[in-house]
């Protein structure tokens, strides 16, 4: 049996080209492409006090979450695991809190490690905003706290939209800046309509450019950059190349993707597809014939995505919080990421948790280490 890269490689050669081709750019639309829902069944108990939903990995984690039904539109948190049945392959997660469920629930639902849903379950006050772009406009919530003077941009990750980074709102709240959470072009909510394919952060940080310039013109004078999974991407690009870089005082990356070469390699291996096939797929979206195929305004260039292999690529204090169970961009690429620039980069490991829900393992732990660095780090060098 062939086993090693090298004969595999050996053996891709030995596969009709258009077989071959055909295969990459089904692997490649995985990674540039929305995807469809992943729905799970579900049910009330017959308290109505708990969600009986499929067992799964991340159905049974800890933590709280957030199910939301299709049918009738609506979000249940769901908290503590009280039942979990093997043979039947379902578990049993308590509504929170107490007496919030609905009348009805399912029988499909979607998982979600969003638990706060609407905007004002974070903060009382906030507003929807426009802000300018080249195409148009990318809405955004504005969540003004105390300190107009510093933001925080908040970024969000590939096929998730902006209420993801409610969670991260919120463990900033202490320390009492101004939030925006903007859009960009890949969101379905832009107007008009952009890109069908995400660019891997390559594109979208122009709209987090946008969204720094509208904070600077409404009195930021510092800005912190919290980017999320490929958000963290947006954010590492931002803060390298944008017009107003001298504001940036620091960047906060949660599960962050700091090299895509590694990742889609990482996740070609998970899902049982030989290394040259991971290469395979990377050309392709090198190329602009295939580039434009797959619906990409340009070929993506992985070079200017990859912070892992560069050293000290990185000049701004940086904050990476990641948990070592994440395996969908796997905790040791956050500490090679570390080690590549050890003078601005402080890698903090967080409870064991899936990719970006190191908050929903452990709030109270993520917030503190947040706000720990960013008062000792930023806060402490304002004087």
Not at 22 to 30: D, P
Not at 66 to 82: C, I, K, N, S, W
Not at 93 to 108: D, E, F, K, M, N
Not at 269 to 295: E, H
Request: net charge negative; with cysteine; hydrophobic share 40%.
């Amino acid at each position: 049996m062939l086993t090693t890269p090298r004969r595999l490689a050996g053996l891709a050669f030995l596969v009709p080209a258009a077989a071959l081709s055909g295969f990459a750019v089904v692997m490649a639309r995985k990674i540039v492409k929305r995807g469809p829902k992943d729905y799970r069944r579900a049910e009330l108990t017959d308290d109505g006090r708990r969600v009986r939903i499929d067992l799964d990995d991340y159905t049974k984690a800890l933590g709280d979450f957030g199910v939301f039904d299709p049918v009738a539109e609506r979000y249940t948190r769901v908290g503590e695991v009280t039942l979990i049945d093997e043979d039947r392959k379902y578990v049993e997660r308590r509504i929170h809190p107490s007496g919030s469920g609905p009348a009805s629930l399912g029988p499909l639902v979607d998982w979600t490690p969003d638990v706060f849903f609407e905007p004002s379950a974070v903060a009382g006050r906030f507003e929807e905003v426009h802000i300018p772009t080249v195409y148009g406009v990318a809405p955004a919530w504005l969540f003004e706290r105390k300190k107009t003077d510093t933001w925080v941009i908040h970024i969000h990750g590939s096929w998730t939209d902006r209420s993801i980074m409610f969670r991260d709102v919120h463990a900033f709240g202490p320390l009492g800046f101004t939030s925006l959470v903007p859009s960009f072009r890949s969101d379905q909510e832009v107007s008009p309509p952009q890109a069908e394919s995400s660019h891997l952060g390559q594109t979208e940080w122009r709209d987090v450019e946008s969204a720094v310039a509208y904070a600077v013109a409404h009195g930021a004078k510092r800005i912190i950059l919290s980017g999320w999974s490929m958000g963290g991407t947006i954010a590492l690009l931002t803060a390298e190349r944008s017009t107003y870089r001298d504001r940036i005082v620091g960047v906060v990356l949660v599960g962050p993707v700091t090299s895509w070469r590694k990742t889609i390699t990482a996740g070609a291996a998970r899902a049982g597809v030989p290394t040259v096939g991971a290469g395979l797929v990377m050309c392709l979206l090198q190329a602009p014939p295939f580039a434009r195929m797959l619906g990409l305004e340009e070929p993506i260039d992985f070079d200017a995505l990859e912070w892992v292999d560069v050293p000290n690529r990185v000049a701004v204090p940086t904050l990476v919080l990641h948990s070592s169970a994440d395996q969908e961009v796997p905790w040791e690429f956050s500490v090679a990421f570390q080690r590549a620039n050890p003078d601005t980069v402080t890698l903090i490991p967080l409870p064991e948790a899936h990719h970006t829900q190191e908050w929903n393992a452990s709030p109270r732990a993520f917030t503190n280490e947040l706000t720990s660095w960013i008062s000792k780090t930023i806060l402490t060098e304002q004087g």
